[in-house]
């Protein structure tokens, strides 16, 4: 049974310049979440798919956009990057089981450096 | 605001001794708990969890406690192992109906001394 896969694992970028990450779900999984960790700092909330929509959304820019595909992988896209955008992101994948949303797992997330 | 925290920055033990690690949430609305393990370099791994209907739930060598009238949660770590070693965050679900999103605390790194 694969887990949440990741890719790329690392990533260099220069200001300015936009990324691109993706991400498969656990098998039998129909939502991802996307988070930002910073070096030292749990995990930010960036926003969630499901159904090939963004149903919820944290407190960051518009800078940073995603997509749902039907077969339920997902990419976060980030536009104009700045250096504090270098940090490890996340993917979680989880069920929305009986109407409501079941236990998150994680990716090994993609490493960002923002030079 | 919503937030969760931890009280302990780090922690360390001996091998073998028991482990317990505390965290501090602040939204009485939510429901539903969390404790991931996170080892460096990976992603972090789930552990337990808890829904506000429960005071304790166990699995194998973890057992988590959750005190709503204080709005604390807990995780103990029986005979601790050097594969133990990683940073602990507990996470609290915010549901607005069937959606949610994790609030991650900063974390708790646990050091097993052998």
């Known amino acids: 049974d694969a887990g949440v896969t990741q890719s790329p694992t690392h990533l260099i970028k220069t200001r300015g310049q936009q990324v691109t990450l993706r991400c498969s779900p656990k098998s039998g999984h129909d939502t991802v979440s996307w988070y930002q960790q910073a070096l030292g700092q749990g995990p930010q909330f960036i926003f969630q798919?499901?159904?090939?929509?963004?149903?919820q959304r944290g407190n960051f820019p518009d800078r940073f956009s995603g997509h749902q595909f039907p077969n339920y992988s997902s990419e976060l896209n980030v536009n104009a990057l700045l250096l504090g955008d270098s940090a490890l992101y996340l993917c979680a994948s989880s069920l929305v089981g009986r109407g409501r949303e079941e236990t998150q797992y994680f990716g090994p997330g993609t490493r960002l450096l923002v030079l | 605001g919503e937030s969760v925290g931890l009280h302990l920055p780090t922690l360390s033990v001996q091998e073998g001794d028991n482990s317990i690690i505390n965290c501090a949430y602040s939204n009485s609305a939510s429901d539903y708990f969390i404790w991931y393990k996170q080892e460096s370099g990976k992603g972090p791994q789930f552990i337990i969890d808890i829904r506000s209907n429960m005071d304790k739930r166990q699995g194998q060598r973890v057992t988590v406690l959750l005190n709503k009238t204080v709005k604390h949660l807990s995780l103990q770590i029986a005979a601790t192992q050097p594969g133990d070693s990683a940073v602990y965050f507990c996470a609290e679900n915010s549901y607005r109906g069937s959606q949610g999103n994790l609030i991650f605390g900063k974390g708790t790194k646990l050091s097993v001394k052998p």
């Open positions: 798919y499901y159904e090939e929509e963004e149903r």
